[in-house]
């Protein structure tokens, strides 16, 4: 991965792991700031050109790390919670509501871990069971080799297993986590989408193929794995797209093993798909039919009907115990 400049908050510049980091990312240029904002946040910023050469902008996380995940977010019923130590992600999916959330294309990566630990514990204090989902605004895994995620969390994770930590990614960067030992309240889950839609959209990710032989290394190492079948888009011969998606990824992975797998229509917020449609005019997806309510965007096309077809095929491959659908 390249970045065309790091960033360093001058309150963390010395600190062992942004050391550590900076080692890691070679010799870029670096530029020390007050406040990550200065740069995050300036007016006048456009994210579809800072996409091209995106700098890495290494900050200290203030307020509140842990957060009340959306409803219909995950499987397990009762409180989750999602932490966010990135915001924005390496892939340039053209559907993804980062690009209507953030003025800024930048990575940013918050580095005091212990700090998120922190509150994971006050939260999970408050109630047993509790879901923390890493990979909300960003892709944990994907930047792996430069965060050492895996090497903060996992273990921390380890030593509490009445907490469950779910890592979303699309990323094939799972050699770290084959390190440790598989832990049963760690689920590593994969978001697909059928060929047709990834080559279109999903631009920078790696290829379904390599993905799910990257989850059957997890799955065969004894680590919890779920399948998001996430977003769906409606299109011509959407349902046909799924079947052999379905037919690919359950052909690879075992489906009685699965921790979970999940359908969720495409949607957006209404004000980031009006940013979206500004930074790209051209894109088809954003050009099509769109119906409004509550506040979301969803494509005219979809809906009920396309999303039941789609979950019974999927429903003759994986147990119903095991699915659920995303609000």
């Avoid at 990257?214 to 959407?238: H, S």
């Amino acid at each position: 991965m390249n970045f065309s400049s790091v960033y360093i908050e001058d309150e963390i510049a010395e600190t062992e792991r942004v050391i550590d980091i900076l080692a890691r990312v070679g010799d870029i240029p670096r530029i020390r700031i007050e406040r990550y904002g200065e740069i995050f946040n300036r007016a006048g910023q456009n994210f579809r050109l800072q996409k091209q050469a995106p700098a890495l902008i290494l900050a200290k996380k203030h307020g509140k790390k842990v957060l009340p995940a959306p409803d219909g977010y995950g499987f397990e019923q009762g409180s989750g919670f999602y932490f966010s130590h990135m915001l924005n992600c390496l892939y340039d999916c053209r559907y993804c509501f980062l690009q209507g959330m953030y003025r800024s294309a930048h990575y940013i990566l918050f580095t005091n871990y212990e700090d998120f630990m922190h509150d994971i514990l006050g939260q999970s204090a408050q109630a047993a069971g509790n879901v923390f989902y890493s990979g909300y605004d960003c892709d944990s895994l994907a930047m792996e080799p430069v965060s050492g995620f895996c090497n903060s969390f996992i273990p921390f994770f380890a030593n509490r297993p009445e907490m469950t930590l779910e890592i979303r990614t699309k990323s094939t960067q799972v050699r770290k986590l084959l390190e440790f030992d598989p832990l049963p309240n760690c689920v590593v889950a994969m978001s697909f989408t059928p060929e047709a839609a990834a080559k279109r959209w999903e631009h920078r990710v790696p290829a379904i193929t390599k993905r799910l032989l990257a989850m059957r290394k997890l799955q065969q190492a004894g680590w919890p794995v779920a399948i998001r079948f996430e977003p769906v888009i409606a299109e011509p011969e959407v349902e046909n797209n799924y079947a052999r998606l379905f037919q690919q990824v359950f052909s690879t992975l075992n489906g009685e093993l699965l921790h979970s797998v999940s359908l969720g229509e495409f949607r957006l917020p209404t004000d980031f798909h009006k940013k979206m449609v500004k930074l790209y005019p051209e894109e088809g997806l954003l050009a099509r039919e769109t119906i409004c309510s509550d506040g979301m965007v969803s494509l005219a096309g979809g809906g009920a009907e396309m999303m039941q077809a789609i979950e019974s095929r999927l429903l003759t491959h994986v147990d119903s115990s095991r699915y659920y659908r995303c609000a």
